[in-house]
């Protein structure tokens, strides 16, 4: 156990210092001018974050929501698709066409028109996060569907296996590798795509911020609403990677390919 | 009565529109409580044969039956288990778990213990372990004991210890004769070593490739139980020949009627 903490601390701290080493540059040349105006001191938007989290929390809550849900909705569609596609074979070829289409879509250009249909509120930034995060649900949910061994399901026509049984025991848990590794891909774009569909309106989000912020020109405000978006993006993926880290400890199987 | 009685079943693929026939005109019995191999070059379609009895495929043309009974039938009411070459454990099952799971398919209460039949194929004290945890041939231990936890009527084994080592294979094959005389059950041995099969059958059915046809059948009148002391006695290599001449013979042939024809 011990050996254990020594290792993970012996594997954190060089990253740790480089970052810590990088910040002290940046704080040394904001302070000596070197930087443009765009580039404010760490120093600053640590105070920025400490004079207005309570703002950035205000605007969070709404972000959170919006790309879970877009993240919900993206995974529940990419689900059905995927399990059309497995079952039926045929269907396979246009899901994924329908997929590389959702992701060859320029969001950026589209949401100002989903806003004629939708409004600008949380309705787009919902549809705006699912549209972002579906293709890599698709692609993970489709491999998953397709994981199950011929011998295993040989196995279980052998033993009658009714199709919930099929279902619940042998393809959910054959999939779960690929599905972890699509969420994990999936969960920062979805914040992107909440992000895009902010710029174009809402009373709420951090998307908004970061505009006004831009507008009034508040360089440190901006910078802790993007370090606030990263963040977003970086718990997303690593929520996903702790519950597969722990599934496949609990499980002794091996991580899906990426 | 649960033999098995295989009456002039031919089998054909469709592979890519062009028909492909696996198995040709196949008549071939097993009596109740008797252990049958089937031994034949690749592609001879033995793997096929064992999946029909299974009920895994239908023959295109003949009859099967299990203990008098259609194979669909014989399945639905769980009297046949099945061990393949490969393991085929849930990796995210224990032991235990994999062992139990035809219980708990079928929703019975087994009268076994998965816990008796893990005991039975030698591996106590390993009911909590996970398959990546085992050796092959642990694993394929824990596969025939899952195999057995309904305790079929039929056991069908589709080259069982072959990604096994020789001496691994060997003592397994002792253990199988073992468990098989202690569950009674009719077993299928599909194989592709002439020893293996002359060391565990009463009978061995010997098949030729293109299409699959059984060309010739060898009674194994050695006594039981068996070790590895008989293997070494002249009745045991005769047998052994006897299998081996109707194996490459039929190879022979074949061979000079593709010069013939070439």
């Not at chain 1, 990419?78 to 060859?104: C, E, H, N, Q, Y």
């Not at chain 2, 592979?15 to 070059?41: K, N």
């Not at chain 2, 014989?74 to 393991?87: D, P, Y």
């Not at chain 2, 893990?118 to 025939?144: W, Y």
Request: one cysteine or more; hydrophobic letters at 50%.
């Amino acid at each position: 156990m011990a050996e254990a903490r020594r290792s993970w601390i012996a594997e954190a701290w060089p990253p740790a210092l480089t970052l810590a080493a990088l910040v002290a540059a940046l704080e040394a040349a904001v302070a000596a001018g070197m930087t443009p105006v765009t580039i404010p001191a760490p120093s600053a938007v640590a105070a920025e974050f400490a004079d207005s989290w309570g703002d950035l929390l205000y605007h969070l809550g709404p972000s959170v929501a919006a790309t879970a849900l877009g993240f919900l909705i993206s995974a529940s569609l990419a689900a059905l698709l995927a399990g059309i596609g497995a079952a039926w074979r045929k269907a396979s070829g246009p899901v994924m066409t329908f997929g590389i289409l959702i992701d060859s879509t320029p969001l950026i250009a589209v949401a100002p028109i989903l806003i004629v249909f939708v409004g600008g509120g949380m309705t787009l930034h919902v549809i705006v996060a699912a549209t972002a995060c579906f293709f890599p649900l698709l692609v993970g949910m489709s491999r998953g569907f397709r994981a199950v061994e011929r011998n295993a399901d040989e196995l279980f026509h052998v033993l009658a296996a009714s199709r919930w049984q099929r279902l619940v025991k042998l393809a959910l848990p054959s999939a779960l590798p690929y599905l972890f590794s699509g969420f994990k891909i999936a969960a920062p774009l979805a914040v992107l795509g909440t992000l895009i569909a902010e710029w174009m309106g809402a009373e709420r989000g951090v998307g908004i911020m970061m505009i006004y912020a831009m507008f009034s020109f508040d360089v440190p405000q901006v910078w802790m609403t993007i370090l606030a978006v990263c963040l977003m993006a970086i718990g997303g993926y690593g929520l996903f990677a702790l519950i597969e880290r722990a599934y496949l400890r609990r499980t002794g199987m091996e991580a899906a390919p990426t | 009565m649960t033999g098995i009685d295989i009456r002039n079943v031919t089998k054909r693929f469709d592979l890519d529109g062009r028909s492909l026939t696996a198995l040709e005109g196949i008549d071939l019995s097993v009596p109740e409580g008797s252990f049958a191999a089937l031994i034949g070059p690749s592609g001879c379609g033995k793997s096929t044969l064992l999946r029909l009895i299974a009920d895994v495929f239908a023959p295109s043309e003949g009859a099967i039956a299990v203990g008098g009974r259609p194979p669909r039938e014989a399945r639905l009411s769980h009297e046949i288990g099945f061990v393949f070459q490969a393991a085929t454990l849930l990796p995210w099952r224990t032991v235990r778990e994999n062992v139990a799971l035809p219980a708990e398919i079928a929703g019975v209460t087994p009268r076994r213990s998965a816990e008796a039949l893990i005991d039975l194929v030698g591996l106590h004290g390993f009911e909590n372990a996970k398959p990546a945890q085992l050796s092959g041939g642990m694993q394929q231990r824990v596969a025939i004991a899952r195999a057995l936890m309904l305790e079929p009527k039929v056991l069908l084994m589709d080259e069982p210890f072959g990604a096994l080592d020789e001496i691994t294979r060997q003592r397994m094959n002792v253990e199988l004769l073992r468990i098989w005389r202690e569950s009674g059950t009719t077993a299928v041995l599909v194989t592709h070593t002439i020893s293996e099969a002359v060391f565990m059958a009463d009978r061995v059915h010997v098949l030729s490739a293109n299409p699959g046809r059984v060309t010739g059948v060898v009674d194994v009148d050695l006594p039981r139980p068996r070790d590895f002391g008989l293997m070494k006695t002249s009745r045991f290599n005769a047998l052994e020949n006897a299998v081996r001449q109707l194996l490459f013979d039929e190879e022979e042939n074949g061979a000079a009627k593709a010069r013939a024809h070439g």
